[in-house]
């Protein structure tokens, strides 16, 4: 058989090395140590580590890329990105929406991510961000899954007219039911509205993502009240909690009771390293809260634990590249996540933990999903991560959809190499995992 495309001398996540993978009609065909057969294409991964791609599970596209319009969040604190919204909101087109979007998609994919779940603000009676991504959605089809949220950003019983204009989204195609139970105005109502998004979850057989908890509150309880729902309508395994921050303030016996019932519930969760270590902790004094909810205590529960970017270059945060390997680092860091497991682990998080909150199909490196991977300029997962490292090759559907040129440097040192690889730097022992039977 001539195949489309094989990959050669790969290492894989689960630590096998010197493998190939042949792909043939956009999926993958065969993963062995040597493939003896014609292909259209082969790229060579000298050893380089091939992975499915890069997923996120939580983003914002409607807000994306917009740093300095109308103007710059100045102090860079959640109150005045706040105010920054709100005066972008109502000024902005869906053709800006959409140009923003499509130029963030571009990075996307040249750092190697293939999913993107962005929340989109439904709290507009003109739902222009959900016109403008309904669009994208479709135009980057080819080359990036989109998964579109409807958020109400203002409440949907906060604001008068959020849950009209929440049902309105859906009914035009929106995929998952948002919702911000900490912002309405009491705890009470913050309940009321869980149950409520719920149960248009359930009736029109939608997932659930929710904007849980994300304060340093050490009351707030609408996790809990999002599990009991879950399962009360029988949702398990498509709700998912996104940064759930007020964990990281609770008492502790209150949490011995929580963790288990979220893992009952099989909620999945989803916190926001990056914008959470910015955001959290604000109105401390020394010492400051870190606000990252408790990974490695709700993993070790059972629980399916992915990270999410949230937010590049608006007016919540500033900066931001695309790069999940910088989300896995921080989250990594601020979980004290530091084992050889659990560092690994961080891999899994923005990789198959973040593609099952998304409930993506076919997704990983085996015979018959999807021929989507990229090839990263690192021996391991761990290097990965620790190098944020080079996408040298970006494939969708057995097609090179981007490639970064190696990273190398030429040094003019007296009697050292006369060039560098960071790669080259990995430990001779790699972290691996037994491979998949
Ligand atoms: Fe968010």
Redesign the pocket.
């Known amino acids: 058989m001539r195949f489309d495309l094989i990959v050669t001398n790969a290492s894989l996540p689960n630590g096998q090395t010197g493998m190939s993978v042949a792909c043939k009609g956009g999926k993958i065909t065969e993963i062995a140590r040597c493939i003896d057969a014609e292909a259209q294409e082969v790229i060579d991964a000298q050893g380089y580590l091939l992975s499915p791609p890069l997923i996120d599970p939580?983003f914002?596209m409607d807000a994306t890329l917009s740093l300095g319009t109308p103007r710059m969040n100045v102090s860079g604190t959640l109150l005045e990105g706040i105010a920054l919204w709100g005066e972008l909101k109502p000024v902005q087109s869906v053709e800006q929406i959409m140009e923003r979007a499509l130029r963030y998609c571009d990075l996307a994919v040249s750092m190697g991510i293939g999913a993107i779940r962005t929340?989109v603000d439904i709290c507009d009676d003109e739902l222009k961000g959900v016109d403008a991504l309904l669009e994208v959605r479709r135009k980057v089809a080819p080359y990036l899954d989109l998964q579109l949220v409807a958020f109400p950003q203002d409440g949907v019983l906060r604001d008068p007219s959020a849950l009209e204009n929440l049902t309105r989204a859906l009914d035009r195609g929106v995929d998952v039911v948002g919702g911000i139970p900490h912002f309405e105005r009491t705890m009470q109502d913050g309940a009321q509205s869980v149950r409520i998004l719920c149960e248009i979850a359930e009736k029109r057989g939608l997932m659930v993502d929710m904007?849980c908890d994300e304060s340093d509150d050490p009351h707030s309880r609408h996790v809990e009240t999002l599990a009991s729902e879950t399962m009360r309508l029988g949702l398990q395994g498509r709700v998912t909690g996104?940064?759930l921050t007020s964990m990281h303030s609770m008492d502790n016996y209150y949490v011995s009771k929580l963790i288990p019932l979220i893992a009952e519930a099989g909620l999945h969760a989803l916190p926001?390293p990056l914008i959470n270590i910015m955001l959290q902790g604000r109105h401390d004094t020394y010492p400051k809260r870190r606000g990252q909810t408790r990974i490695p205590e709700l993993r070790d529960a059972g629980v399916n634990v992915g990270f999410g970017q949230?937010c590049v270059m608006d007016p919540w945060y500033s900066l931001g590249t695309a790069d999940m390997l910088d989300v896995a680092l921080m989250g990594l860091h601020v979980g004290q996540l530091s084992s050889r497991a659990d560092m690994r682990w961080c891999f899994d998080a923005v990789t198959e933990n973040s593609a099952r909150i998304m409930g993506l199909e076919n997704y990983g490196l085996k015979a018959g999903s999807d021929a989507n991977f990229i090839l990263l300029q690192a021996q391991d997962p761990i290097d990965a991560i620790r190098l944020r490292a080079n996408r040298l090759y970006v494939v969708r559907r057995g097609r090179i959809i981007a490639r970064n040129s190696p990273r190398a440097c030429t040094l003019h040192l007296p009697n050292r190499p006369d060039s560098l690889d960071p790669a080259q730097y990995a430990p001779k022992t790699v972290a691996t995992r037994p491979a998949a039977s």
């Open positions: 939580h914002h929340h904007h996104s940064h926001n949230d």
